[in-house]
């Protein structure tokens, strides 16, 4: 018997297994040979404020004095790196422009407006004609996310979690006040299940006979063009319609074409349209000439209807809990939410840190869409 079985090993399940180990025993149950193999190990790693549902945005705040000051032990170098955030608006975009500055108003990134000529100081790049305006981020940082996964994995081993890889969880039934969780290897009994599957989410709850919550995975590709050492003050660069973005990465520039393809379940492999869109896009917008690619890769950004995370006790399964819906925003936000997790599976209030971030779990609790 163990208390808490975690599904798996992404950055939603490792956060979870950290926040819950020192209160019981853990199994981290992971489908895959290695951990982080599906949309963690594929994602941009930025943190920013201004990014994401209203009701998740709090718990980016939340997470910040973790990623500035991790646990001590768990990493041997910084997590954060300054970067900035640039949102960049031809003339025809300046409205989402101004809508998108609103936003970071409310969420208090601490963003301002710059004209073309600050712009252009920061990124001598952008090609004059195509810059009508842009909201800068000074705050947005990069995220080592294979650090800050490896830390969570660290925190749970210390307090004595077992990580299982190569077990995929193939049945889930009620059993007495617990569950009974099932692998191709053996059975174990359980007080509690944390659901953090992520595309699959709705898939693992209906081994349990749980209705789904309506999880999309979409898909979005990231790629690596060769860079220059001198473009390695730039911010991110992001157009407000969410048409591509690209920021330095070393030596090289990783970007995308930020485009959200309705997917299944899987393994996704790049589809080189959308990184020839992409290139031909970033192209137009900058003097950059990009013309080859390093590599390439295509993650999957699972989202719920609302485009909110689901944390919580599913209302007609007790002892049942989703921790899924990280959209485009799960690695910078999952101290936050790997502390709201323990704090419900614990049946205790949410941590005062998170309720002083603006934290609010009705805003994310899966009862919404039942
Ligand atoms: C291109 C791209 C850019 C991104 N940029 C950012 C960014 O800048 N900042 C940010 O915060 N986020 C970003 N994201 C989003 C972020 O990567 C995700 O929100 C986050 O990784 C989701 O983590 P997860 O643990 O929920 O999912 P996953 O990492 O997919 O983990 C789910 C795990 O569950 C396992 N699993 C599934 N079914 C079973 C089963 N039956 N039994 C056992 N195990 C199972 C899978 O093998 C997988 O390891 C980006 C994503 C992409 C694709």
Request: charged letters at 20%; aromatic letters at 6%.
């Amino acid at each position: 018997m163990t208390d808490f079985v975690v599904i798996g090993g992404g950055i939603a399940g490792v956060a979870a297994a950290a926040h819950l180990a020192r209160h019981g025993s853990v199994t981290l149950l992971e489908m895959e040979s290695s951990l982080a193999y599906h949309t963690t190990g594929r994602s941009a790693a930025l943190f920013v404020l201004n990014y994401g549902g209203e009701g998740s945005r709090p718990l980016a705040v939340a997470s910040r004095a973790f990623l500035e000051s991790p646990p001590e032990g768990s990493v041997d170098a910084p997590l954060l790196t300054d970067r900035g955030a640039l949102w960049l608006a031809e003339e025809f975009q300046l409205e989402q422009l101004r809508k998108i500055a609103a936003e970071g108003v409310a969420s208090g990134a601490g963003s301002r407006l710059l004209d073309r000529d600050e712009m252009l100081s920061l990124v001598p790049r952008l090609r004059p004609e195509r810059v009508g305006a842009g909201l800068y981020e000074p705050s947005a940082r990069d995220i080592d996310v294979a650090a800050l996964h490896q830390a969570f994995v660290r925190i749970a081993r210390r307090h004595g979690a077992e990580i299982r890889l190569s077990s995929p969880v193939t049945g889930l039934s009620k059993l007495g006040q617990g569950w009974r969780v099932s692998t191709p290897h053996d059975d174990l009994e359980c007080f509690a299940v944390v659901n953090a599957t992520g595309a699959w989410g709705d898939r693992v709850a209906a081994m349990a006979g749980i209705g789904p919550i309506g999880l999309q995975p979409m898909r979005r590709t990231a790629f690596m063009v060769p860079g220059d050492r001198d473009f390695a003050r730039w911010p991110m660069v992001v157009d407000v319609d969410h048409r591509f973005y690209f920021r330095p990465d070393g030596v090289q520039l990783l970007c995308s074409l930020a485009e959200e393809t309705p997917s299944e379940p899987g393994d996704p492999r790049p589809d080189m349209e959308d990184v020839a869109l992409a290139i031909d896009r970033i192209n137009q917008a900058t003097t950059l000439e990009i013309r080859s690619v390093s590599s390439q890769w295509t993650g999957l950004r699972t989202f719920a209807p609302d485009r909110e995370l689901v944390i919580g006790e599913e209302p007609t399964a007790p002892g049942f809990f989703w921790l899924v819906g990280q959209g485009g925003i799960g690695i910078m936000t999952s101290p936050g939410y790997g502390a709201l997790i323990a704090s419900q599976v614990l049946g205790t209030s949410p941590p005062e840190d998170l309720v002083r971030a603006g934290v609010d779990p009705a805003r994310t609790s899966p009862a919404r869409f039942r």
